[in-house]
């Protein structure tokens, strides 16, 4: 299973950026996606999920109201919308998918991992 995000970068507080995770190799539309992020010296982080066929989304309390999931059954991708980032969002963010269908809070439960692509807020 190959996983690849990508859309990190830098950004101002207040800024917006779009992740893109690109699933293939398997059967992926079986599974559901999460997002996840550690910041340096801290745990990760399970922010927000869609299950396999893209009709439950599930968010922690960090993100809700600013960051939106999205998945296209089409093409094997998955996006998060991030506005109004600060500079506490700065971390590394992951793609992780599930050999399940349905979502997990935690992170263990995720089974596949792409590399991370970089989020930095800072003016």
């Known amino acids: 299973l190959d996983i690849v995000e990508s859309g990190g970068g830098l950004v101002q507080p207040g800024g917006s950026l779009r992740l893109s995770c690109a699933a293939s190799g398997t059967a992926v539309d079986y599974y559901a996606i999460a997002w996840v992020r550690q910041a340096p010296g801290k745990e990760r982080e399970a922010l927000s999920c869609i299950d396999n066929k893209g009709g439950y989304k599930q968010y922690a309390d960090s993100t809700k109201g600013r960051f939106s999931i999205s998945r296209d059954m089409v093409n094997n991708r998955v996006y998060l919308e991030m506005i109004n980032l600060k500079p506490e969002d700065t971390a590394v963010y992951y793609c992780?998918?599930?050999?399940?269908?349905?979502?997990?809070?935690?992170?263990?439960?995720?089974?596949?991992w792409g590399q991370g692509t970089q989020v930095t807020v800072s003016s």
């Open positions: 992780a998918v599930s050999r399940f269908t349905i979502c997990f809070s935690s992170p263990d439960e995720y089974d596949y």
